[in-house]
């Protein structure tokens, strides 16, 4: 298969697609039609941090089996309402809505690590490794740190030569993305409603549960949390 493009690290822009063994779960609709199993996945906001202008995205092994969503008031940062407003203030605050969002995730790449097709892909070599990569990059975990050189007497800064640390976690918007709506109905229903939520991850937890030999991790279950934004000016 080759080696997917980007070395482990930043320069990860998406998880390698899962093995069709795991994905190929019987599905039944009413009157004998077959449809696809609808998986969700998490996109950045916008191309800031992601080598060559990409967006970072990562894609759902399973969709979750609860998805959690909690709406709160919060009198220290709250807009008001536009009744209270004068017809002179047009303005409309993009802060954090008074709301969270919490799921959780499961990644397994038992198939690419026992398979030797896989052998060179970041999946077949890091395992669920992959997948936590693109997560790390999408919040700012992973850093780059480029150190300098000294080339001709002079302090150069190499890319090349740039490495991924772990870094402290960044309020990096993000789409997240469970559900699937009819196109004509997407017009009228809110994002939430459909099961799409925007907001920045604040809360990581990972538990690695199968592992190589190697200790390369097969298997991992991922607790997310997320502090829900205003989609105006992101829609």
Not at 12 to 40: E, K, M
Not at 63 to 81: A, E, G, I, R
Not at 142 to 148: A, D
């Amino acid at each position: 298969m080759g080696m997917q493009p980007g070395d482990p690290g930043i320069d990860i822009t998406t998880n390698q697609s899962f093995d069709g063994r795991i994905r190929d779960i019987p599905d039944y609709v009413p009157g004998g039609a077959a449809a696809g199993l609808w998986r969700g996945s998490m996109m950045t906001a916008f191309q800031t941090g992601a080598p060559k202008g990409k967006f970072y995205t990562l894609s759902f092994l399973y969709n979750p089996s609860v998805v959690q969503v909690s709406h709160s008031l919060n009198t220290d940062n709250t807009p008001m309402p536009a009744y209270t407003r004068s017809d002179a203030d047009g303005g409309t605050p993009m802060v954090a809505a008074g709301g969270s969002l919490s799921f959780s995730l499961l990644f397994d790449r038992t198939y690419e690590m026992s398979d030797r097709s896989y052998s060179g892909t970041h999946a077949g070599e890091l395992g669920v490794g992959a997948d936590i990569q693109v997560l790390y990059n999408m919040t700012g975990v992973n850093t780059p740190l480029v150190p300098l050189n000294r080339i001709g007497g002079e302090e150069t800064d190499r890319p090349e030569y740039a490495k991924s640390v772990v870094g402290t976690m960044q309020m990096n918007p993000v789409w997240i993305r469970f559900g699937q709506t009819n196109a004509t109905m997407a017009k009228a229903v809110p994002f939430m409603t459909r099961l799409v939520y925007f907001g920045y991850i604040n809360s990581l937890g990972i538990s690695y549960t199968h592992f190589t030999h190697r200790m390369i991790p097969v298997r991992c279950a991922v607790s997310v949390s997320v502090q829900l934004m205003s989609t105006t000016g992101w829609s």
